[in-house]
C-alpha cells in the first residue's frame, strides 16, 4: 500500500473514533431507554405519556410531563414518575426501581473513563490485541440490553408479600408493548440508545479501516 493511500486511511479510522468517542460522552448524558404505564386513573389528556421513567447509564429519571391547565402547554417535572411507578409496583409486591442496578451505576463512571482511555489508545497502539481497544465501545449498547433485561427479570421474579394484589412471576416487557393487570407497559430505546448505537457502528468501520491500513 502506497504511503499517500495508508495515511488517508489512517486519518478515516481516526476521525471516526473521535466521533465515536464524542457519541458516547453525548449518550452518557442522555436517556437510553424509557419505560412508561399507562392505566385509566391516568388519563391522557392529563398524563399523555402516562407513568413514564427514563433509564440512564448513570441513574433512572423523570420523564412525566402534565398538562397544564394551558391545553397547549406541558409542565415538566410536575410529577415525579420514578416515585409514582415505585407506588404503582408496590401494589403488586415489586421491589423500588432504585433497588436494581446499584452496582452498575455506581461504576458507570469509572467504565466510561475506561473507554475512553482505550479510545485514545486506539488512535496509536498498533500492537497485538489492538482490536480490543475498538470493541470496548462496540459491546456497550449490547451489554445495557443484556443488563437492562436481567434486571427486569429479577424484579418480575422478586415479588414481595406485601403486594396489595396477586400476581404469578413475570417478565416485564424489554421491547414493546405489554400488559401488567390494568395496567398497560411500553419499553422502548430512547435517543441515548441510537447514540451508542451510531458509536459502536464508527467503531466498528473504525476497525476495517485500522485493519486495512495494518497489512
Known amino acids: 500500500m502506497q504511503t499517500h493511500d495508508k495515511n488517508k486511511l489512517i486519518l478515516a479510522f481516526r476521525a471516526l473514533t473521535l466521533i465515536a468517542g464524542l457519541l458516547i460522552v453525548g449518550a452518557y448524558y442522555s436517556p437510553i431507554w424509557w419505560v412508561s404505564l399507562k392505566a385509566p386513573n391516568y388519563p391522557e389528556q392529563t398524563f399523555p405519556d402516562g407513568v413514564r421513567i427514563h433509564f440512564h447509564v448513570n441513574?433512572?429519571?423523570?420523564?412525566?410531563?402534565?398538562?397544564?391547565?394551558?391545553?397547549?402547554?406541558?409542565?415538566?417535572?410536575?410529577?415525579?414518575?420514578?416515585?409514582?411507578?415505585?407506588?404503582?409496583?408496590?401494589?403488586?409486591?415489586?421491589?423500588?426501581?432504585?433497588?436494581?442496578?446499584?452496582?452498575?451505576?455506581?461504576?458507570?463512571?469509572?467504565l466510561f473513563s475506561l473507554v475512553g482511555v482505550m479510545l485514545v489508545a486506539f488512535l496509536f497502539y498498533t500492537g497485538p490485541f489492538w482490536w480490543v481497544l475498538p470493541l470496548s465501545g462496540v459491546v456497550i449498547p449490547v451489554a445495557f440490553v443484556v443488563d437492562y433485561s436481567a434486571w427486569l427479570w429479577w424484579f418480575g421474579h422478586s415479588l414481595r408479600p406485601w403486594g396489595a394484589f396477586t400476581v404469578k412471576p413475570f417478565m416485564p416487557t424489554v421491547f414493546g408493548q405489554g400488559k401488567v393487570a390494568q395496567f398497560y407497559t411500553y419499553s422502548y430505546p430512547h435517543y441515548g440508545y441510537g447514540l451508542l448505537l451510531a458509536a459502536a457502528a464508527c467503531l466498528v468501520l473504525a476497525a476495517l479501516l485500522r485493519r486495512k491500513s495494518l497489512r
Do not use: W
Not at 90 to 102: C, L, N, R, S, W
Open 59 to 110: 441513574g433512572v429519571f423523570n420523564g412525566c410531563q402534565m398538562r397544564s391547565e394551558d391545553a397547549d402547554v406541558y409542565e415538566e417535572e410536575a410529577l415525579d414518575c420514578v416515585h409514582e411507578m415505585n407506588v404503582i409496583n408496590h401494589f403488586i409486591g415489586m421491589e423500588p426501581i432504585e433497588k436494581g442496578a446499584t452496582l452498575e451505576i455506581a461504576a458507570a463512571p469509572y
